[in-house]
């Protein structure tokens, strides 16, 4: 089974993975200052 055959769910999937990143970036980012 592909998931990335729907892609819409890809996308979504992808923009989740990016966002997280992102935000988790932005955190550690803040905690070191």
């Given amino acids: 089974m592909n998931i ?4 819409d769910l890809g996308k979504l999937i ?3 993975m ?3 990143l ?3 970036h932005g955190v550690a980012k ?3 200052g």
């Avoid at 990335?4 to 892609?7: G, M, T």
């Fill in 22 to 24: 992102m935000l988790f």
């Fill in 14 to 16: 992808l923009r989740l």
């Fill in 18 to 20: 990016i966002g997280g």
């Fill in 30 to 32: 803040l905690q070191n």
């Fill in 4 to 7: 990335f055959k729907n892609d």
